[in-house]
């Protein structure tokens, strides 16, 4: 009851009394069913959201988890579909043997990292396409002709890769005797036309091999060093921070530095490789000869905090689109970084850390001018009769610098392999754009990298090569250099 006042009026005064009155409690509860209402349909929503999202988006990414327990378990009726190449080549199939399948990767250790394995677990595009490869077109069709017409197996459906086989075996063989990795991307498409790791492994013989694999922590022999192995990029990380000085440095080529191969940075002491002097140079030429106390000196100059900026541009410490296992390239200079990692970390040092798979990305943009793509590795699946059940859509590309930019660190990026560090790269008739970068680790000679587009005029073929503590780039341009003509011979 609610206590409400009244007046009555009477002959000698006006009387105060208090008013008495229901509340009626068909309308409160009319009220709490119109709240419990709402709650129970907004949660109804979310639910509804989510189950979208996880139907039309993350299905495809739960079924084909390493978590899923379904991932191992195989209906031995089915004919697992096979695994070509860009060009029809069969480098994963499935064989009658003792009344079962058996899986067969014809080019043994070659595709081994990228199209993966089938035995104590899956690994690659054997893991990734998992459930269209034992994935039944027709299954009703199938199963009718295996019953009563003609014995045959269930069938799967085929994944096609964007790989080239001769691509491939020369980037795996390129690496034969040292640890390394090799991504060769068309720039405009994302298309991976190779991507090669060493050590590896033959997925033929996985599971007789699989404690020795697992053992080896020392070479990781598992490891796909080209999308899962973080390095320091070294000099070919300058491409990031020559963004960021022409982005906030006005008349950025009239600022010139006097090299004379070392200096000390409130008592950081800084080199240039072998120590060598440069003497005065500016972005151009100390891109050419890759100055390590130009850029250095440079960043100072504008301020450290805006190579965060061109970093974060470039999607370092941001998730990839990408249909194989990867990890992301991490840059963790922040606000109130001392002197010794803010001239580190311009230079590709530092706690910066890259995959070669981020490297041809980045390096794909300046080709690109300045639109980064979508890497891929899958590009269509098709059943057993060959009709195509799935194609893949191209991505719209993301701007992650100017086009301006892009232009001036190509032009750079060719005098490198004209008359800079990166000579060894030439190929007749052919112009080149390239970067070279020596990163220093902890143990052991430094790591070498090359990264390079061709032609630079009309990008083709983007490739990006590290050498493990090969303690010199030579090694990794020889190898981009017999990629570009085994391309361009094709």
């Known amino acids: 009851m609610v206590s409400r006042m009244r007046y009555i009026y009477t002959n000698r005064a006006c009387v105060q009394v208090p008013n008495l009155t229901e509340v009626n409690p068909m309308n409160e509860m009319k009220k709490n069913i119109r709240r419990v209402f709402w709650l129970y349909f907004t949660m109804f929503i979310v639910v509804v959201v989510y189950l979208a999202h996880l139907i039309l988006i993350g299905s495809g990414d739960m079924i084909n988890s390493s978590f899923n327990p379904r991932l191992n378990r195989h209906d031995a009726t089915i004919r697992r579909g096979y695994i070509f190449d860009a060009n029809g080549e069969v480098l994963a199939q499935s064989i009658p043997a003792y009344g079962q399948f058996r899986r067969v990767f014809p080019f043994g250790s070659d595709f081994a990292h990228t199209v993966g394995f089938i035995s104590v677990t899956k690994s690659g595009v054997e893991a990734r396409y998992n459930f269209n490869l034992d994935n039944i077109d027709f299954e009703v069709i199938q199963r009718i002709q295996r019953e009563f017409i003609n014995g045959e197996p269930l069938r799967g459906d085929n994944v096609h890769l964007t790989l080239e086989r001769d691509m491939q075996r ?77 982005n906030h440095m006005p008349n950025y080529m009239d600022f010139y530095v006097e090299c004379h191969g070392l200096i000390m940075f409130d008592g950081v002491r800084l080199s240039c490789f072998d120590a060598r002097a440069h003497g005065r140079v500016n972005l151009s030429y100390a891109m050419k000869y890759s100055c390590n106390i130009f850029f250095a000196k440079a960043l100072v100059e504008i301020g450290y905090e805006y190579l965060l900026e061109s970093a974060e541009n470039m999607m370092f410490n941001s998730l990839l689109s990408f249909d194989l296992e990867y990890v992301r390239s991490r840059y963790s200079m922040e606000s109130g970084a001392d002197m010794w990692e803010i001239t580190r970390t311009a230079i590709g040092q530092g706690m910066t850390l890259t995959t070669p798979l981020h490297m041809a990305l980045v390096t794909s943009a300046v080709a690109n001018d300045g639109l980064m ?35 001036e660190l190509t032009n750079m990026m060719v005098r ?61 341009q020889q190898i981009v250099r017999n990629m570009l003509i085994a391309y361009f011979d094709r």
């Open 373 to 407: 793509p979508t890497p891929h590795v899958g590009e269509r699946i098709s059943s057993y009769t060959g009709r195509t059940r799935w194609e893949q859509r191209r991505q719209s590309p993301v701007r992650v610098m100017s086009t301006e930019n892009a232009a």
């Open 170 to 246: 020369l980037a795996a063989e390129s690496l034969q005797d040292i640890r390394g990795a090799i991504v060769a991307m068309e720039p405009s498409t994302g298309r991976i036309i190779a991507m090669a790791s060493t050590p590896g492994f033959n997925p033929n013989y996985v599971g007789q091999q699989w404690r020795d694999l697992i053992a080896d922590t020392e070479n990781s022999p598992l490891l796909n060093r080209a999308a899962q192995g973080l390095y320091p990029p070294g000099s070919v990380f300058k491409l990031v921070t020559a963004d960021a000085i022409m």
């Open 416 to 476: 490198v392999v004209e008359s800079g560090t990166g000579t060894l790269a030439q190929v007749p008739n052919i112009t080149v754009a390239g970067k070279t970068g020596t990163a220093q680790v902890d143990s052991g000679e430094a790591h070498g990298w090359f990264i390079c587009f061709a032609p630079a005029d009309n990008p083709e073929i983007v490739i990006v090569v590290i050498t493990e503590n090969t303690g010199n780039t030579r090694r990794a």
